[in-house]
């Protein structure tokens, strides 16, 4: 079973706009990850934030962790129609070595 | 530096067949997990190998099952086909079994399995 669900399933913008993805989960996790899938083949990784971080960027990306809400976001800024992908939260629980994702958002970035 | 190799990249059995999917860690990882992604969904845990020995399983049956070689590469194996085994399977390494905190799990780019 999932972990959560990801809002919203689906997302279509213009290049140069900015791309928000958010994804709640139930229980209680080590580390939250955000993955990139394109065209149904293998995930990338883009960014790791810790349970006792609440931001962090990498690049154009910007995760933000509330654990109290048991929610995250990914911001992508400046969008590209490279970035049109799927994207997939995952948690990584305090009993280690397994993740746990939702359902995935599918970003369309249109040039 | 090589990634994750999965092989094959994709595979036509029959219901009732059985097969075999392998994985290669990323050099110098020692640990491998396995997941399945079924069309327009987030992948599922099935289990991770470390030190040649199931360390954890998700929820699925004993259909699945695997195997860890002293090299750590791995093999899913999957008897008794069924049509809804039919997905996107992806392997993914880490050392010691934990996700690195800058690059996460380091995946496989899958095998497609259709069962018919």
């Known amino acids: 079973s999932q972990q959560g669900e990801e809002d919203p399933q689906a997302l279509s913008i213009q290049e140069g706009e900015n791309a928000t993805m958010n994804c709640s989960y139930k229980?209680?996790?080590?580390?939250l990850q955000w993955y990139r899938q394109n065209s149904g083949r293998g995930l990338v990784h883009l960014i790791l934030i810790r349970s006792n971080e609440r931001e962090k960027h990498s690049g154009r990306l910007r995760v933000t962790l509330d654990t109290s809400k048991k929610s995250s976001s990914l911001l992508i800024t400046a969008s590209r129609a490279a970035d049109t992908a799927s994207y997939f939260c995952a948690t990584d629980g305090w009993a280690g070595n397994m993740l746990t994702f939702g359902g995935g958002t599918r970003l369309m970035v249109k040039p | 530096d090589a990634g994750v190799t999965q092989s094959p990249t994709h595979l036509i059995k029959t219901r009732g067949q059985q097969v075999t999917l392998r994985c290669s860690p990323k050099?110098?990882?020692?640990?491998v997990s396995w997941y399945q992604q079924a069309l327009g969904q987030g992948p599922q845990f099935i289990f991770q190998y470390y030190e040649e020995e199931e360390r954890q399983r998700g929820n699925f049956p004993d259909r699945f099952s695997g195997h860890q070689f002293p090299n750590y590469s791995s093999e899913l194996n999957v008897n008794a086909l069924l049509l809804g085994d039919s997905a996107l399977y992806l392997c993914?390494?880490?050392?010691?079994?934990?996700?690195?905190?800058?690059?996460?799990?380091?995946f496989g780019s899958g095998t497609r399995l259709t069962v018919v």
């Open positions: 993914a390494s880490s050392l010691k079994g934990g996700a690195n905190l800058n690059y996460g799990y380091t």
């Open positions: 229980t209680s996790i080590n580390n």
């Open positions: 050099s110098g990882h020692d640990t």
